[in-house]
């Protein structure tokens, strides 16, 4: 199955020879040569992969790394780099990234990290975000902060707790029963609109249509699901 990849790399010969070895295997490759169009880029477009350099001008892949998982991003994120200080590795690792990868490279070696953090794209449990955006809205869950088209928008703490469980485990289908469960602490099955309720509630503050949710999914006859 192919990805959508973006390769960010200074080098003219590296940035030809990993984009036609990515596309060779069938993965749709955007690039960017230099630190803020790479974060520009990540932050507007959504991909499956990202192959970020360290050593990049304008801002060091360290920096655009910290940056993407900042703004919420859960992009895997492979980062490449001449260094091999065990340091580094670290820094990179510490920063958000999902794998680290020496050059030279073998090619082999390299779709073979690819195809690894592909598989990674599609975890089961994704890494609970401090922040996250979607759509016009950003929430600050540490802050317990809630932007909406610039202006601050009130959340009941429930409603912030149902909305950090929906984003942490964006993508997959959850059941009214496990929410009760985790978000509401109940104990027993018990039969209750409280999650209907709370759900409509977030909707219609934070949706642009209620009626018709492009986030905050109705899965019928399962649950809901989270829509980044």
């Known amino acids: 199955m192919s990805s959508k990849i973006l390769l960010v790399e200074d080098e003219p010969g590296l940035v030809l020879t990993v984009s036609d070895l990515l596309a060779s295997e069938g993965h749709d490759v955007d690039t960017a040569t230099d630190g803020p169009k790479g974060l520009h880029m990540a ?7 990202i192959v970020l350099d360290v050593m990049l001008p304008g801002k060091s892949g360290f920096d655009v790394c910290k940056e993407i998982r900042q ?26 990234a999902d794998d680290y990868l020496a050059k030279p490279f073998d090619p082999a070696e390299l779709l073979a990290r690819v195809e690894a953090l592909r598989r990674r794209v599609s975890k089961e449990k994704l890494t609970p975000l401090m922040r996250y ?41 959850v059941s009214r029963e496990e929410l009760l469960r985790d978000v509401w602490e109940y104990q027993a099955d018990v039969s ?28 019928r006859g399962s649950g809901y699901r989270f829509a980044p």
């Open 43 to 49: 932050l507007n477009t959504r991909y499956d992969l």
């Open 71 to 96: 703004a919420g991003r859960d992009v895997a994120i492979l980062m490449l780099t001449a260094k091999t200080q065990v340091v580094d590795r670290v820094a990179g690792l510490k920063l958000g």
């Open 133 to 173: 955006e979607f759509g016009n809205v950003s929430v600050d869950f540490d802050r317990a902060e809630v932007i909406k088209n610039g202006q601050a928008i009130s959340l009941a703490g429930r409603e912030l707790q149902l909305l950090r469980y929906l984003v942490d485990h964006r993508g997959k289908v």
């Open 192 to 219: 209750t609109r409280t999650v209907d309720v709370h759900i409509a509630w977030i909707r219609q503050k934070l949706e642009d249509n209620p009626q018709f949710p492009r986030h905050i999914q109705t899965v």
